[in-house]
Nanobody, 123 residues
Framework: QVQLEESGRELVQAGGSLRISCADSGRAFSSNAMGWFRQAPGKEREFVAAISSKSDTVVYADSVKARFTISRDNTKKTVSLQMNMLKPEDTAVYSC????????????????WGKGLLVTVSS
């Protein structure tokens, strides 16, 4: 069973950096691809980034490429998202997800979702 919980600082000024993490209390973390999604107020949920089970494949949305970095630690069963050069339009609820592979995660197909963490970027 996959149980995901996000954590991290939630408020940052524009231009700043912030790192959020997601911990899996289940047993299958190292077998799953992991991803991050976000949903801004009044908008649909969108894909942010995904990483394969062995970290050999990483994909990003164009809107965050070169600013965000996804990484994972299979021994600690965590996946993190380092966000740099943040903009007010990055304000959203960020959720992690576990999936079969990065291609399906990119399409929003996931086995489990975290509850989400509101990240606010002030201008």
């Amino acid at each position: 069973q996959v149980q995901l919980e996000e954590s991290g600082r939630e408020l940052v000024q524009a231009g700043g950096s912030l790192r959020i993490s997601c911990a899996d209390s289940g047993r299958a973390f190292s077998s799953n691809a992991m991803g991050w999604f976000r949903q801004a107020p009044g908008k649909e949920r969108e894909f942010v980034a995904a990483i394969s089970s062995k970290s050999d494949t990483v994909v990003y949305a164009d809107s965050v490429k070169a600013r965000f970095t996804i990484s994972r630690d299979n021994t600690k069963k965590t996946v993190s998202l380092q966000m740099n050069m943040l903009k007010p339009e990055d304000t959203a609820v960020y959720s992690c997800a576990a999936g079969v592979g990065t291609s399906l995660l990119r399409k929003g197909v996931a086995k489990a979702w975290g509850k989400g963490l509101l990240v606010t970027v002030s201008s």
